[in-house]
Every structure is written in C-alpha cells, then in structure tokens.
C-alpha cells in the first residue's frame, strides 16, 4: 500500500514572517491525521521555525538541500545531520536547479541520496529529461541513466526510506506540464526499474510527478495508476493551493 505523498518546494522564497503565516493556514485546513503524507521543503533559513510550527501536526518537514559530507570546511554548506537535527525527515536529491544552474552530476547526487539515508533522512531522488532529449526519443535513457549512478551501491532497508519524483525538466516552472499519459509512461518504466534494482520491495517505492501541478490539473495526474503524489513548485507557495492538490492526492 503506497500512501501518496504531496511535496511543497518552496525553493528560495519565504521570509520568517511569510514563513509563520503559511504555517497557521496550512495548518487550520490539513486534520491532525491527513489522508495522504504531506511534505514542506523550506529554504534552509526556515528549517527551525518548520519545527516550531509543524511539529506534532500531520504535516512533515525536509530540506532543499545538503552537502553530502556530514561536517567540514565547507563554507555556505549545510549537512545532513544538521538538517535531521531540526527534525526534517526528507532531502530533496538532484533537483533539476540543483543539476543545470549548479552543475550537480549523477555521482555527486548519489553521495546525497546515501548520505540522507546514513543520516536518517529519506531521499526524494528527482530524475527528468530535458525537452531535447524527450523529442530525440532518449527520455527513458536519460532518466535510466540518472537512477543508475544515483542509486548505486544505495541499499535500502525499506520502501518508504526512497522516493522518486520525475520531473521533467521543460515542466518545471513553466507553466506547461507533461501530457499525463506521457508521466504515467515513465512512472511505470521507473517502477520496472526499480523493482530490478531493489528486488519486490522496490514496487513499493513512492513515484511522485513534478512539474507545473496546480489544483485544476493535479486529478489528472494523481490518480494515475504508478503516479503516488506530487513535488509541486510555484503552487505550493500558497497554502490553499497546496492543500487543494493533496486533496486531489487523497480523493
Ligand atoms: C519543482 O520545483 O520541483 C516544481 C515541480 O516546480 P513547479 O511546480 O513550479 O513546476
């Protein structure tokens, strides 16, 4: 049994006060025990106030964000235990911002994805094609490629310590998501993937879609059969809208 899991990236926006604010909307429309697992990714700045606020609630908090090395001279840097000591449970691993704008490679995200999981964090591994790629005919290639050298030599004690949210990078911040049919395609070949990788406990691997999901399209792609949540950007950034699509997760 797969418990879909809605993810809100609100990547590098939200100051304290906005912080707070989003906090106690959210947190007067989600129950104590939401039907689906909710998920907010705040900039690092709001991983303590997260705590403050979420702790206790049915909504879990994670990182945008860490350096695979667990303490160091790493300047501007933060790690993984630092994360999991404000009691975030979840880091984002190879974010297409984190591939394209900061050069992360395949073997770079798969140090963090075995870092998160030594630390006790679960991975959300973000894997997509670009819109070249897709229209060469090399889209599963290329996201084969992406979960091979991540998830090397990864070992999983369970299902629920990995997540994957595919996410096509022409999708992303656009305004124009993939072609359902098109997700549930790669979602399915994912589930193939990983079930040759991790045995049958892989099947059980949560698949989120990502890319441009708003409330009036998340039906669409939420109840697609190998689709178990989302990773949503910009529409996250609004309670209401956050919750709207969990909603859709949940009916
Ligand atoms: C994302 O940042 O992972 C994302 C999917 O963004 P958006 O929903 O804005 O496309």
């Excluded at 394209?100 to 973000?126: M, Q, S, T």
């Excluded at 819109?131 to 599963?140: H, N, T, V």
Aim: aromatic share 8%; with cysteine.
């Amino acid at each position: 049994m797969r418990t879909p899991i809605v993810a809100a990236n609100w990547k590098m926006h939200k100051t304290v006060g906005e912080a707070v604010a989003y906090f106690r909307r959210l947190l007067e429309l989600v129950p104590a025990r939401p039907p689906v697992e909710l998920v907010v990714f705040p900039p690092a700045t709001l991983l303590l106030v997260a705590q403050k606020h979420l702790e206790g609630s049915g909504v879990a908090w994670g990182a945008q964000n860490a350096h695979p090395e667990p303490a160091g001279a790493f300047t501007g840097e933060v790690s993984v235990p630092q994360i999991a000591d404000l009691g975030a449970r979840y880091l984002i691993c190879g974010h297409s911002e984190r591939r394209h704008i900061f050069g992360e490679d395949d073997e770079y995200i798969g140090r963090k994805v075995r870092a998160a999981l030594e630390g006790g964090l679960v991975p959300v591994l973000c894997v997509g094609e670009t819109l070249e790629e897709r229209e060469a005919g090399r889209a599963w290639q290329v996201v084969e490629g992406q979960l091979a050298t991540a998830l090397g030599g990864v070992e999983l004690p369970s299902p629920e310590r990995l997540v994957i949210a595919y996410e096509p990078v022409w999708a992303i911040g656009t305004g124009v998501p993939a072609r359902p049919e098109d997700a549930q395609d790669m979602a399915a070949r994912i589930r193939e993937w990983l079930s040759g990788r991790f045995g049958r406990p892989g099947r059980e691997i949560r698949i989120q879609y990502g890319g441009s999901v708003k409330p009036e399209n998340a039906p669409e792609f939420l109840t697609l059969p190998d689709i178990d949540g989302a990773l949503v950007g910009g529409a996250s950034l609004d309670p209401d809208k956050f919750w709207a699509i969990a909603q859709a997760a949940a009916g």
